[in-house]
Every structure is written in structure tokens, then in C-alpha cells.
């Protein structure tokens, strides 16, 4: 069985750091990628940025290029989204989701994948950046 679980969120104020953790389980990172995204009240989801480990291709949101960077660490068959020099904007629950072929051929083009090619989704972690 599929899973995702993501963890890691918080209160933090602006200009802090926070790590979030994506633990997969039932499948290997190598056959699937993994991406971040996030949704703040009243607002559509979005996505923040995706990796994949089968060629190390990485995809982030203009909103977020030079502040958050994604990792992966196959032998905890986990993936991390390092946010630093938060802002309140950043505030929303953020999810993490795994897709195969499309989302994994997006990246390759270091194109963003629409949310409907992932097809597994984890519950959300808060994240809060205020004062």
C-alpha cells in the first residue's frame, strides 16, 4: 500500500527556517517522483516543487527559487523541502504527493506536472509564518 506522510511544519516568523519531511512507503523513490504543494485559506492549491530521483531532475515555483530547496534520501525513502527565509505569504498546509511516468517526464523538462498527474496524496502539514 501506498502511503505518504508528511511532517515537519510548524510556527515559525518571518525570515525563519523550517525542514518538512515526505516518509514514503510502498514504493521506492527511484520508480516514483515526489512533489510539494501547498494551499493557503481561500486560495487554490499550488504547487512548490517536485524531485525526482530516478535522474535528480528538481522543479520549483518561481514564488520560491532561491529560498526552498528539495532533497531525497533513498535510504529513509524520504523526501525533504528545506524552506528558509520564510515569509507570512509562505504560510499554508503544505502536502506531498508521489506520481510516476508523467510527472517524472515533466521534470525531465523541468516543467511543472499538473496536481491530477500525482496519484498519491498525503495529509497536510501547517505551516504558519507570522510574527
Known amino acids: 500500500e501506498v502511503q505518504l506522510q508528511a511532517s515537519g511544519g510548524g510556527l515559525v516568523q518571518p525570515g525563519g527556517s523550517l525542514r518538512l519531511s515526505c516518509a514514503a512507503s510502498?514504493?521506492?523513490?527511484?520508480?516514483?517522483?515526489i512533489g510539494w504543494f501547498r494551499q493557503a485559506p481561500g486560495k487554490e492549491r499550488e504547487g512548490v516543487s517536485a524531485?525526482?530521483?530516478?535522474?535528480?531532475?528538481?522543479w520549483y515555483a518561481d514564488t520560491v527559487k532561491g529560498r526552498f530547496t528539495i532533497s531525497a534520501d533513498a535510504s529513509k525513502n524520504t523526501v525533504y523541502l528545506q524552506m528558509n527565509s520564510l515569509k507570512p505569504e509562505d504560510t499554508a498546509v503544505y502536502y506531498c504527493?508521489?506520481?510516476?511516468?508523467?510527472?517524472?517526464?515533466?521534470?525531465?523538462?523541468?516543467?511543472?506536472?499538473?496536481?491530477?498527474?500525482?496519484?498519491?496524496w498525503g495529509q497536510g502539514t501547517q505551516v504558519t509564518v507570522s510574527s
Open positions: 524531485i525526482s530521483s530516478s535522474d535528480g531532475s528538481r
Open positions: 510502498g514504493f521506492s523513490l527511484d520508480d516514483k517522483a
Open positions: 504527493a508521489a506520481g510516476g511516468y508523467w510527472v517524472q517526464s515533466a521534470l525531465a523538462r523541468r516543467t511543472e506536472a499538473p496536481a491530477h498527474d500525482y496519484h498519491y
